[in-house]
């Protein structure tokens, strides 16, 4: 006896997609039958025994591209780190060196001024945190699926969702049309802010993605606060003069 069972698929776009992950499948000693389709791009399979989507993300690895969506990231509370000084310490330290670039520039510019630091801190703040996301884009987008609405609903924006910060980043840093960037920035981090405060209100264990696979953090308040500080001075930014 045999288990149907249907799995999306992400990476496919022709053919060849469709032979190639077809044939993988069969060669699989507990798939007894594999239906594999572009349009959508999923599978149908009969199974032996019931596989996770890690199990077929495994099978599928020696392929390359070709992945399941796994669309719930929920861990125990053991495989997270407590959410202390020491767990965030990858934060304070990125915090600390923005400081210091603000301060440089200070001494610099003859003098503080309050649009200028806002300006470098946002745009260090999305450019580091967009170099770490890009480091693992997949296991980021798998990671940002399990809790963003919009990654929920649309798994391409998890792999988008990097470059939209380095853009950003990078527009602050240039000081190239504020306003466009200080509303955008608004909107991003207003529906990221969305999905981070259900995950945290949830009580599950749900890993931050904030800073990618690279650096294991907890999803909590500090989340919060992070994408909450990048809103609030967005609309400080809109209403002071430039």
């Known amino acids: 006896m045999t288990l149907p069972q249907t799995f999306p698929l992400t990476g496919m776009s022709c053919g060849s997609c469709v032979g190639k992950v077809t044939k993988r499948l069969q060669e699989h000693p507990d798939i ?28 599928l690895k020696p392929l390359g591209k070709y992945r399941v969506p796994v669309t719930e990231q929920a861990s125990s509370p ?27 520039a200070s001494i610099m510019h003859g003098g503080f001024e309050l649009s200028m ?15 770490f996301k890009m480091l693992d884009l997949r296991g980021f ?23 939209i910060e380095l853009g950003l980043g990078l527009g602050y840093i ?15 981090m207003g529906v990221s802010l969305i999905g981070v405060l259900k995950a945290v209100m949830s009580k599950q264990a749900i890993r931050c993605a904030c800073l990618g696979t690279v650096f294991n953090l907890p999803m909590s308040t500090v989340t919060i606060v992070e994408d909450g500080l990048m809103i609030g001075m967005a609309i400080v930014a809109l209403v002071l003069p430039h």
């Open 117 to 131: 630091a806002m300006r470098l801190f946002m745009g260090g703040f999305f450019v580091a945190f967009s170099f």
């Open 174 to 188: 240039a000081d190239w049309q504020p306003f466009w960037i200080n509303l955008t920035t608004i909107v991003v």
């Open 32 to 59: 007894a039958e594999a239906e594999v389709t572009l349009q959508p791009p999923q599978m149908r399979i009969q199974t032996r025994a019931a596989l996770s989507e890690a199990d077929i993300n495994e099978w």
């Open 78 to 104: 053991d495989d997270l780190p407590k959410k202390d000084a020491q767990t965030y310490r990858p934060l304070i330290i990125l915090l600390a060196y923005l400081l210091l670039v603000i301060t440089a």
């Open 141 to 163: 987008s798998d990671a940002y699926r399990s809790y963003d609405l919009v990654a929920k609903a649309v798994p391409a924006y998890g792999f988008v969702y990097p470059f």
